[in-house]
Protein backbone atom coordinates (compact mmCIF):
# COMPACT_ATOMS: atom_id res chain seq x y z
CA UNK A 1 0.00 0.00 0.00
CA UNK A 2 2.43 2.87 0.96
CA UNK A 3 4.56 1.77 -2.03
CA UNK A 4 1.69 1.94 -4.46
CA UNK A 5 1.00 5.93 -2.56
CA UNK A 6 4.68 6.42 -3.42
CA UNK A 7 4.66 5.25 -6.97
CA UNK A 8 1.16 7.12 -7.84
CA UNK A 9 1.77 10.19 -6.27
CA UNK A 10 5.90 9.97 -8.05
CA UNK A 11 3.87 9.57 -11.20
CA UNK A 12 1.58 12.74 -10.28
CA UNK A 13 4.40 14.83 -9.84
CA UNK A 14 6.70 14.40 -12.51
CA UNK A 15 4.34 14.62 -15.04
CA UNK A 16 2.85 17.55 -13.40
CA UNK A 17 6.22 19.21 -13.81
CA UNK A 18 6.67 17.85 -17.51
CA UNK A 19 3.53 19.24 -18.65
CA UNK A 20 3.98 22.56 -16.56
CA UNK A 21 7.69 22.99 -16.83
CA UNK A 22 8.97 20.68 -19.04
CA UNK A 23 11.54 19.05 -16.56
CA UNK A 24 11.64 16.56 -14.25
CA UNK A 25 13.42 17.55 -11.39
CA UNK A 26 16.26 15.66 -9.59
CA UNK A 27 14.98 16.08 -6.01
CA UNK A 28 12.50 14.25 -7.02
CA UNK A 29 13.51 11.34 -8.71
CA UNK A 30 16.67 10.52 -6.66
CA UNK A 31 14.41 10.16 -3.27
CA UNK A 32 12.01 7.94 -5.49
CA UNK A 33 14.90 5.75 -6.70
CA UNK A 34 16.68 5.90 -2.70
CA UNK A 35 12.69 5.41 -1.59
CA UNK A 36 11.85 2.88 -4.14
CA UNK A 37 15.31 0.71 -3.59
CA UNK A 38 14.39 1.14 0.50
CA UNK A 39 10.81 0.11 0.67
CA UNK A 40 11.95 -3.27 -1.77
CA UNK A 41 14.24 -3.94 0.73
CA UNK A 42 12.04 -3.13 3.48
CA UNK A 43 8.79 -5.32 2.29
CA UNK A 44 10.69 -7.57 -0.08
CA UNK A 45 14.64 -8.61 1.48
CA UNK A 46 16.85 -9.42 -0.81
CA UNK A 47 14.43 -10.35 -3.76
CA UNK A 48 13.04 -7.10 -3.56
CA UNK A 49 16.16 -5.53 -3.51
CA UNK A 50 17.75 -7.11 -6.85
CA UNK A 51 14.28 -6.57 -7.89
CA UNK A 52 14.26 -3.18 -7.45
CA UNK A 53 17.76 -2.26 -8.67
CA UNK A 54 17.02 -4.18 -12.21
CA UNK A 55 14.03 -2.38 -12.47
CA UNK A 56 16.35 0.86 -11.94
CA UNK A 57 18.77 -0.61 -14.39
CA UNK A 58 16.05 -1.45 -17.31
CA UNK A 59 14.45 2.11 -16.46
CA UNK A 60 17.53 3.78 -17.35
CA UNK A 61 18.39 1.84 -20.14
CA UNK A 62 15.48 1.47 -22.18
CA UNK A 63 15.62 5.27 -22.63
CA UNK A 64 19.45 5.53 -22.88
CA UNK A 65 20.08 5.29 -26.37
CA UNK A 66 16.81 7.47 -26.99
CA UNK A 67 18.94 10.08 -24.77
CA UNK A 68 22.47 9.53 -26.32
CA UNK A 69 20.13 10.54 -30.12
CA UNK A 70 18.81 13.67 -28.60
CA UNK A 71 15.31 11.98 -28.48
CA UNK A 72 14.77 12.87 -24.69
CA UNK A 73 16.11 14.70 -21.82
CA UNK A 74 17.88 13.52 -18.58
CA UNK A 75 14.68 13.89 -16.68
CA UNK A 76 13.05 11.39 -18.32
CA UNK A 77 15.64 8.93 -18.11
CA UNK A 78 16.18 9.82 -14.26
CA UNK A 79 12.39 9.79 -14.02
CA UNK A 80 12.26 6.07 -15.86
CA UNK A 81 14.90 4.78 -13.90
CA UNK A 82 12.95 6.10 -10.81
CA UNK A 83 10.20 4.31 -11.59
CA UNK A 84 11.58 0.91 -12.30
CA UNK A 85 13.17 1.71 -8.76
CA UNK A 86 9.56 1.74 -7.07
CA UNK A 87 7.77 -1.06 -9.22
CA UNK A 88 10.86 -3.30 -10.14
CA UNK A 89 11.72 -4.18 -14.00
CA UNK A 90 8.54 -5.68 -15.68
CA UNK A 91 6.21 -3.17 -14.86
CA UNK A 92 8.40 -0.26 -16.05
CA UNK A 93 8.99 -1.99 -19.31
CA UNK A 94 5.61 -2.60 -19.92
CA UNK A 95 4.97 1.01 -18.85
CA UNK A 96 7.45 1.84 -21.01
CA UNK A 97 5.65 0.62 -24.09
CA UNK A 98 2.37 1.75 -23.48
CA UNK A 99 3.42 5.30 -22.84
CA UNK A 100 5.28 5.46 -25.81
CA UNK A 101 2.61 4.06 -28.02
CA UNK A 102 0.05 7.00 -26.53
CA UNK A 103 3.24 9.62 -26.84
CA UNK A 104 3.08 8.38 -30.85
CA UNK A 105 -0.82 9.01 -31.17
CA UNK A 106 -0.59 11.95 -29.88
CA UNK A 107 2.07 13.13 -32.39
CA UNK A 108 0.72 11.82 -35.17
CA UNK A 109 -2.48 13.71 -34.38
CA UNK A 110 -0.58 17.10 -33.45
CA UNK A 111 1.10 16.33 -36.97
CA UNK A 112 -2.63 15.78 -38.96
CA UNK A 113 -3.89 18.81 -36.84
CA UNK A 114 -0.87 21.22 -37.34
CA UNK A 115 -0.76 19.99 -41.40
CA UNK A 116 3.15 18.89 -40.58
CA UNK A 117 3.02 15.60 -42.48
CA UNK A 118 5.34 17.02 -45.10
CA UNK A 119 7.64 18.81 -42.66
CA UNK A 120 7.87 15.64 -40.29
CA UNK A 121 8.80 13.29 -43.13
CA UNK A 122 12.25 15.78 -43.85
CA UNK A 123 12.99 15.49 -40.22
CA UNK A 124 12.59 11.78 -40.09
CA UNK A 125 15.20 11.94 -43.28
CA UNK A 126 17.33 14.22 -41.91
CA UNK A 127 17.21 11.84 -39.13
CA UNK A 128 18.44 8.66 -40.85
CA UNK A 129 20.72 10.76 -42.90
CA UNK A 130 22.79 11.17 -39.21
CA UNK A 131 22.24 7.95 -38.52
CA UNK A 132 23.71 5.87 -41.16
CA UNK A 133 26.06 9.10 -42.67
CA UNK A 134 27.04 11.06 -39.51
CA UNK A 135 26.19 14.37 -41.40
CA UNK A 136 24.19 17.01 -39.93
CA UNK A 137 22.51 16.54 -36.67
CA UNK A 138 19.18 16.19 -37.10
CA UNK A 139 16.05 18.44 -35.48
CA UNK A 140 15.45 15.78 -32.37
CA UNK A 141 11.80 16.58 -32.52
CA UNK A 142 9.30 14.80 -34.99
CA UNK A 143 6.67 17.87 -35.16
CA UNK A 144 7.71 21.36 -35.38
CA UNK A 145 7.85 23.69 -32.49
CA UNK A 146 9.42 21.29 -29.35
CA UNK A 147 9.59 18.06 -28.20
CA UNK A 148 6.56 16.52 -26.17
CA UNK A 149 6.72 16.34 -22.22
CA UNK A 150 7.27 12.99 -22.71
CA UNK A 151 7.72 12.07 -19.05
CA UNK A 152 4.24 12.67 -19.12
CA UNK A 153 3.16 10.09 -21.62
CA UNK A 154 5.27 7.74 -19.71
CA UNK A 155 3.72 8.15 -16.25
CA UNK A 156 0.53 7.96 -17.98
CA UNK A 157 1.64 4.47 -19.22
CA UNK A 158 3.03 3.63 -16.13
CA UNK A 159 -0.07 4.35 -14.65
CA UNK A 160 -1.69 2.12 -16.89
CA UNK A 161 0.26 -0.50 -16.63
CA UNK A 162 0.07 -0.31 -12.77
CA UNK A 163 -4.21 -0.35 -12.83
CA UNK A 164 -3.56 -3.43 -15.15
CA UNK A 165 -1.39 -5.52 -12.03
CA UNK A 166 -3.85 -4.33 -9.28
CA UNK A 167 -7.25 -3.56 -10.27
CA UNK A 168 -7.64 -5.39 -13.51
CA UNK A 169 -6.46 -8.71 -12.45
Known amino acids: MVKD???LSYLAV??????????VFNFVTFPAIILGVGLNFFYFGTYGLKNSLIGLIAGFLV?????LLGGVGPGDLK??????????WEPVLWGFLYGAIIAGIYSLCLIIVKKQFKETL?????????????????????????????????????ALRWLEINVLR
Open 63 to 67: LFVFF
Open 79 to 88: FLAGAGAITG
Open 122 to 158: KRIGGFFVFFLYGREAPDASLIGGGALPYAFFLAVGL
Open 5 to 7: IAF
Open 14 to 23: CAATDVKYRK
